[in-house]
T-cell receptor, first 114, second 113 residues
């Protein structure tokens, strides 16, 4: 079975500071990796995805993530956060070439401090 | 182009009552998915439609939940009778093709008292 672990349920960070949201996954087969974001009162929005190729993936709003197969990690980073980045972030996986279901982590709430 | 829409946005019902949630996917998307997030836990897959057929319903928690997608357009998820543990946010998503990007709706927050 596959699982996704987001180590931090909440992360406070000052505006314009860098941030890293951690994600580790467990799977016996190859997976696709995703980060989704949910802004207040909105639906889930795809931030970025890793399917294959370069392990450094760039997404929207200045976010990027790096796939590390040996550590089974897919941490999300942004060099300088803005108040508008206040949201909940979800790491997720889906099985390559198999069923379509997405398996999510529990989410990390990013609080931007002024 | 309109995104995935869900109705209602919130629903508060008493234990034992029936509730029906609706999802309208993006026009032309054959694949429709239901997910649920119970408070404090991760978002979990419930089921997947391809057009009007159930492709995978392995995540449906029990037979109190009934999902339909008549005509292959919008879908409904009925909970009957609702229990306290059914409270949570129900998300719908749609995709154009299998293994394609899933676009999520804003969710329906269900509270069972």
């Amino acid at each position: 079975a596959q699982s996704v672990t987001q180590l931090d349920s909440q992360v406070p960070v000052f505006e314009e500071a860098p941030v890293e949201l951690r994600c580790n996954y467990s799977s016996s087969v190859s997976v696709y990796l995703f980060w989704y974001v949910q802004y207040p009162n909105q639906g889930l929005q795809l931030l970025l995805k890793y399917l294959s190729g370069s392990t450094l993936v760039k997404g929207i709003n200045g976010f990027e993530a790096e796939f590390n197969k040996s550590q089974t990690s897919f941490h999300l980073r942004k060099p300088s956060v803005h108040i508008s980045d206040t949201a909940e972030y979800f790491c997720a996986v889906s099985l390559m070439n198999r069923d379509d279901k997405i398996i999510f982590g529990k989410g990390t709430r990013l609080h931007i401090l002024p | 182009e309109a995104g995935v829409t869900q109705f209602p946005s919130h629903s508060v019902i008493e234990k034992g009552q029936t509730v029906t949630l609706r999802c309208d996917p993006i026009s032309g998307h054959d694949n429709l998915y239901w997910y649920r997030r119970v408070m404090g836990k991760e978002i979990k897959f419930l089921l997947h439609f391809v057009k009007e057929s159930k492709q995978d319903e392995s995540g449906m928690p029990n037979n109190r939940f009934l999902a339909e997608r008549t005509g292959g357009t919008y879908s409904t998820l009925k909970v009957q009778p609702a229990e306290l543990e059914d409270s949570g946010v129900y998300f719908c998503a749609s995709s154009l093709r299998l293994a394609g990007q899933q676009f999520f709706g804003p969710g329906t927050r269900l509270t069972v008292l």
